[in-house]
């Protein structure tokens, strides 16, 4: 199984505000200006985030956790830098 297999197959499950499971799947890791970014999807259907909705949390691998992201521009610009990797890669496999 390649490592793309594994993190499209690999479910987190996060706490919300309330206290509440949340379950995500796992769209891809990035690397952006020296930090590393997950990219997350809902797992099960949930009306507080759609289901082609990207969320995005810092990775602190040293204490390894999730850090949410307040800044709506560093959010814009990691999707942004993974939509552009993304094409680049779709490009080099056909």
């Known amino acids: 199984m390649s490592e793309e297999e ?15 499971t949340v379950k995500f799947k796992l769209l891809d890791v ?7 970014y997950t990219l997350l999807l809902a797992a099960e259907p949930n009306d507080e985030i759609a ?14 956790t999730l850090e949410p992201i ?10 942004e830098f ?3 990797e993304a094409e680049e890669d779709d490009g080099e496999e056909n």
């Open 6 to 20: 594994e993190y499209e197959e690999e479910i987190i499950e996060l706490l919300d505000d309330d206290g509440n």
């Open 30 to 36: 990035t690397e952006y200006k020296g930090e590393k």
């Open 51 to 64: 289901d082609d909705e990207v969320i995005i949390f810092r990775l602190n691998e040293k204490e390894e």
């Open 70 to 79: 307040d800044d709506e521009n560093l959010l814009e610009e990691v999707f």
């Open 82 to 84: 993974y939509r552009t």
